[in-house]
């Protein structure tokens, strides 16, 4: 039932996207030459794409190590458990607005603002971060055990000490899996925010595009297929490592 | 008590504190590192607050009048769009899911090669995507709509691919006992297991998709990102912001769709 | 130990008076309290679940907020207490719960030392560099706990039991001028109940303060307390020796007599 439904609507939605068999074959028929220009792909100018490919790195370290700190206090805000409605309200619908919007809209807003470069999007990626790690680690306060928590304060501890020693412990390790998960994520977005001029490869792979260099294209895509495949490997391996 | 007072504690052993002070460090390092070469231009960042405030006054109000004549319809393409990319999703990445599992394919060579296909599809940002498929088939919904596809294959296959390699034997092998030819055997015995399963996943990508179908048209792949584009290079920043509110409104709908539906059926 | 040998033995009587807790408008659990503890040894508190014991206990060292009263303690009261006040008295009153209450990713020792976490400064305690009078102390807790050699086990390993032991060493880490507990044995066997009641009846009297403990177990009352108070819906219904607590006062604190035969 559900199949035959999907597939009614597909065909609906085909016909009013004017996606037509027609245009189909013009596309694979383009496809091809399109695949065979990128094929070999070309190193040659591998100084501007190892640059671009450090650029995104950088953005996504900058952008996780600031990220990661602002969420830290955000997500305890957010905590409907610790903090009363009036703090943890405002805190979550700023949550909510930093991950309401995409990394790139975010990314062209903060062009306009700050220029062309870089720091656009480190700013465009830390608004991203904060959206996504600290609604998780709201909900991983929201999820500890309030009794660990009493005890703590019934030992007459100030209210860091009680964040420290009641609240953290229980959370750290699934906060580190949000980091290193963020991380990931971090990378895969530094690569694209380029594309509208916030830096990193995506900016070089929009240039090459532009000038139908595409077997420099195919470079740096697998460039960056390489790095992800790379980075998610990694990321698994600390988060199993923290379990 | 002087017997206590020889005791020493130290919270972690010094291999333990070794490998943690090398973990900070690679941190630090890599932040210095960043710091150090991403080009921060000082006159930039202390002009970002009164940019963003001009902006945001520019915004201010949204261009209401907008919304029926441009807006509208290019959402309506949107959601076209992520709804119609994620079937093509499913229809493609049921196959390279089943491949990917371990226990349904039992041979190597084919598991990674079809891990590497999702590993492919997933780290080529869909934006990425959207540009190499206006190459291929011209501006519009279709480079768009091909776009989330191919960005959602690997995000779908690999999930499920872990689902079915969760899915318990028992039923599997009276099935296989019983003589039941391998289509009746994935059909019978792991499809009912992921069922659910899958259908969360499909949900919850298609949530994601609607976000970034959003943002397609920034590169030509059409939906709501065009009349976006449009607007921001014509610096209408009151449409700008009509479109950001929109994209805003549909995101937290889509999210309440998703959740109340992922309610209903699993 | 290094307790109750001070030149002047501070009073370390606690007097609650006219103490009422709602927690709802018009519904309280504690209705009118008025009961002045011995300045050491152990006083039980006994009745049926529900009836504000936990309540009570919660009172003494502001976990709960009382609506009404007042609670006498080392010449405070710490009903009217807020903020930093409550806080710093809080450090004198140790406290044993009835689930252990550990943190459970922690450490024994950084369990234990938590106790000192009112006295040591924050950024001490976040970088575990506790002074070393209060390892030495920790450890000799420990010992006396007969939980030595696990100070750096992590509390989830413990045995339900051990996890009591630890608890017990926390709350006298603070030497404490009270010691509350919040029925400590509910979640433990009959064995380790005694030896549990036995700890924390030994190391109070060693230390020179008085217990105030909420208990289930009539029996374990009667043998460790030297005084028994009953509660029933809210109110103190008896109070004396354990050897005065008769069938006809049980069969008032909890209702019904069947279970008594």
Known sequence: MAFAGLAVYALYAASTLDITWARLLVGLDEGSKFLGRMVPPNFQRWEL?????????????????????????????????????????????????????????????????????????????????VGF??????????EISLKQVEAVRATGAPF??????????????????????????????????????????????????????????????????????????????VRKAFQ | MSAALDREWTRFTPAERMARFAVYLACVVAIVWSIRTIEIIPEFLYDAPEQMADLLTRMWPPDVEYYPTDIHSALVETLHIATLGTILTLVAAVPLGVLAARNIVPWWPVNSAAQLLLVASRSVNSLVWALLFVAVFGPGALAGTMAIAARSIGFVGKLLAEALEETHNGPIEA????????????????????????????????????????????????????????????????RVAMVLVTVFAVVVIAEILVTQIRKRII | ????????????????????????????????????????????????????????????????????????????????????????????VGMVFQEYNLVERLTVMENALSGRLGYVPVWRAFLRKYPAEDVARAFELLDAVGLGDFAHRRADALSGGQRQRVGIARALMQNPDLLLADEPTSSLDPKTSVEIMELMDGLAAKAGIPVVVNIHNVELAKRFAVRVIGMTGGRVVFDGKPDALEPKHLSEIYGGESWLT
């Open chain 1, 49 to 129: 794409l190892v640059e671009g490919m450090v650029e995104s790195i950088q953005i996504a370290v900058l952008a996780s190590a600031v990220g990661l700190v602002l969420s830290l206090p955000v997500g305890l805000l957010a905590a409907r458990n610790l903090m009363p409605a009036w703090v943890s309200g405002p805190a979550r619908l700023f949550v909510a607005l930093c991950r309401s919007l995409h990394p790139v809209i975010v990314a062209i807003l903060f062009v306009k603002a700050i220029g062309f470069g870089a720091m656009a999007g480190v700013m465009a990626l830390v608004v991203a971060s």
């Open chain 1, 133 to 142: 790690v600290s609604k998780l680690f709201a909900e991983a306060i929201e």
């Open chain 1, 160 to 237: 860091f000490s009680v964040l420290f020693y009641g609240v953290l412990p229980q959370v750290l390790s699934r906060f580190v899996g949000f980091a290193v998960y963020q991380l990931d994520s971090n990378l895969r977005n530094s690569t694209m925010v380029g594309i509208v001029g916030a830096g990193g490869i995506g900016g070089t792979l929009f240039a090459a595009f532009k000038r139908f260099d595409y077997d420099f294209v195919a470079a740096i895509l697998i460039a960056i297929v390489a790095l992800i495949f790379v980075s998610e490997l990694i990321s698994g391996r």
């Open chain 2, 175 to 238: 099935l296989r006992a019983a003589g039941a030819p391998w289509g009746a055997i994935l059909l019978k015995g792991y499809w009912p297991q992921v069922q659910p399963a899958f259908w969360g996943i499909a949900l919850f990508r298609w949530d994601i998709n609607v976000r970034e179908s959003a943002i397609l048209g920034l590169v030509g792949a059409g939906g709501i990102g065009v009349a976006l584009d449009d607007a921001i290079n014509y610096f209408y920043w009151d």
């Open chain 3, 1 to 92: 130990m290094t307790e109750a040998t001070n030149a002047a033995t501070p009073d370390r009587t606690l007097a609650v008076r006219g103490l009422v807790k709602e927690y709802v408008r018009g519904k309280p659990v504690l209705r009118g309290i008025d009961i002045a503890f011995a300045p050491r040894g152990m006083t039980a508190i006994i009745g049926p679940s529900g009836t504000g014991k936990s309540t009570l206990i919660r009172c003494i060292n502001g976990l709960v907020r009382p609506t009404s009263g007042e609670i006498h303690f080392m010449g405070l009261d710490l009903a009217k207490l807020r903020g930093r006040d409550l806080r710093l008295a809080r450090r004198r």
